[in-house]
């Protein structure tokens, strides 16, 4: 089976990469900038084509949160009319795309967690911008899972997960906010989850599972909750640690206003595909494990092979 994901360097792209590379029944390619861009739909067929794709994954998409309230056109450009796009050349070449949407499409008013059919209502650019896509890919046709998920850290890319050990290295303490609350939720276990479910589109079997999904990590958190089993979890490896100071939303002034309960409940996309996530606290430890030890790994005395 060959996945075709789009974007090279993004999180879930590194996370797919990397997962195929240990599956000998799936080979992975990414495509990305330049030849492909979300911004030039001319580029879009042409890139996916003739990476020959059994199935395109959706992952790149403008994830700039706060910048995209003053770059509203590139959001949509790239994260409704791109999307669109990807979905309509996994169409036009007769196979299945999995696209990758956010729980941002939510206004976070809701006493729960979150279920596909519940009404979405954004708060800003980037979450309309990706409920734009959302649109686009099912408009596109009907061979299509589109896939939420929330809060993604690795380690690969930019994430919340880096800043805050960034941000322990030079501070004693690091001010988070506590009335936000959500899934987080590792991107390698998203390129599992998405493997798993590409094998069964592949094989053909399930041709009514087509549709809307919420994925994300098992168990919920706030901000300051993740930042602290992140620091927590640092400090058991011997990286750094700073002591974490809830704090409420007004507390921390940003452009675009983020839902306070973006819960998503994964129940649906487990009972379909027979896949969920660990619990984020798990996932958080196998990350944060791996940053500090990629680390150490950069001790010269790693590559000293003398032949
Ligand atoms: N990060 C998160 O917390 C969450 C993400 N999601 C969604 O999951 C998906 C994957 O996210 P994640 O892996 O974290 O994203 P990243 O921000 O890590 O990576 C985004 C990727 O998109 C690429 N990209 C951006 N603009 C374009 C463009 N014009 N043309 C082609 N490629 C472009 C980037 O390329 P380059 O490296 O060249 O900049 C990068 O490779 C996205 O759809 C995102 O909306 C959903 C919920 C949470
Ligand atoms: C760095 C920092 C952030 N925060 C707050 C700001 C924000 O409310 C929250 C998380 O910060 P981030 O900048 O990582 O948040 P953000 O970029 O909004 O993360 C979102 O990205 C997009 C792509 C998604 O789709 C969402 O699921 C979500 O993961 O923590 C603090 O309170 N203190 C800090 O020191
Ligand atoms: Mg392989």
């Known amino acids: 089976m060959r996945l075709v994901v789009t974007g090279r ?5 590194a996370s797919l990469l990397e997962a195929g590379q240990s599956r000998a029944d799936v080979e992975v390619i990414a495509i990305g900038r330049p030849e492909f861009d979300l911004a030039r739909p001319d580029t879009v067929f042409d890139a996916i084509s003739a990476a020959k794709p059994d199935i395109v994954v959706s992952a790149a998409a403008y994830t700039a949160v706060d910048q995209a309230e003053d770059e ?17 050349a996994a169409a036009r070449l007769g196979v299945p795309v999995i696209h990758l949407s956010t729980d941002y499409v939510f206004d976070g008013s809701a006493p729960g967690a979150y279920v596909e059919t519940d009404a979405t209502a954004p708060l800003g650019v980037y979450g309309a911008s990706k409920l734009a896509g959302e649109q686009a890919v099912a408009a596109a046709g009907p061979r299509h899972l589109i896939l939420r998920t929330a809060w993604v850290y690795s380690p690969f890319g930019r994430n919340f997960v880096k800043t805050m050990l960034r941000l ?8 988070v906010v506590a009335d936000q609350w ?7 276990d998203i390129a599992d989850a998405i493997l798993h479910a590409a094998a069964m589109l592949h094989r053909n079997e399930e041709l009514a599972a087509f549709g809307t999904y919420h994925l994300a990590g ?20 011997g990286g750094p640690w700073a002591r974490v100071r809830d704090i409420a939303t007004m507390d921390y002034p940003t452009k675009a206003r983020r839902p306070a309960n973006s819960r998503l409940s ?10 969920k996530a660990p619990d984020w606290r798990q996932s958080t430890e196998t990350v944060v494990r791996r940053l500090l030890v990629d680390k150490t790994k950069q001790a ?3 590559n000293a092979n003398p032949r």
Request: glycine residues 10%.
């Open 266 to 275: 994964s129940a649906k996309f487990a009972s379909v595909f027979g896949w």
């Open 218 to 237: 098992t168990g919920e958190t706030n901000w300051s909750g993740f930042a602290r089993h992140i620091l927590d979890t640092s400090l058991a490896f």
């Open 9 to 13: 360097d993004g999180q879930v792209a």
């Open 72 to 88: 509203p056109d590139l959001a949509f450009a790239v994260n409704a009319t791109g999307a669109g796009k990807v979905a309509e």
């Open 168 to 175: 322990a290295a030079d501070r004693d303490e690091i001010a």
């Open 182 to 188: 959500g899934n987080p939720t590792s991107a390698l």
């Open 300 to 302: 010269p005395s790693f």
